[in-house]
């Protein structure tokens, strides 16, 4: 079985300053994971991925995430927040075969001018 | 590619009436995903699709609700008859590559008020 916690369920950032989401997980197996955003009134989108090659990886708006197998945690940061951040955002892991994904309860992220 | 497209994007209904949902997923992707999105139980998968062949309908919340893909690029989400608690953001989503690193497309959503 698998399942995602991300731990924080709103964060509220300043303009200017770093952006932190914490995700952890759990997977029988080694997994795929992602990060997606969701602006208001939209659907998500792909922020970015892992897919066991690199563990640091880079996605679209300056965000980027790092997966940590010791700490079964795959952690979103910006290293500077901008007003268009303000979103919602969930991890997901996916099993290895077939077409279980788990979505965790999503972050909403609040950036204060 | 124009993405996944669902219509309607809203949809106002009364109580007892049928609501269809439609979804067209991106052009070779096998597998398509009904989403519910709402404030109080956040994403929920409802079903999913691969090949056309519904694999996982065990989100589907009552008899009440259906869902068939009869071809590649066509998926419909029916509720009849429709109740006020099933309003909410129904999201239809797409992937291409089943397992491992294929990641979803999502549309925009349709969003249903049932008054």
Known sequence: AQSVTQLDSHVSVSEGTPVLLRCNYSSSYSPSLFWYVQHPNKGLQLLLKYTSAATLVKGINGFEAEFKKSETSFHLTKPSAHMSDAAEYFCVVSEAAGNKLTFGGGTRVLVKP | DAGVIQSPRHEVTEMGQEVTLRCKPISGHNSLFWYRQTMMRGLELLIYFNNNVPIDDSGMPEDRFSAKMPNASFSTL??????????????CASRGLAGGSGELFFGEGSRLTVL
């Open chain 2, 78 to 91: 029916k509720i009849q008859p429709s109740e006020p608690r099933d309003s909410a953001v129904y999201f």
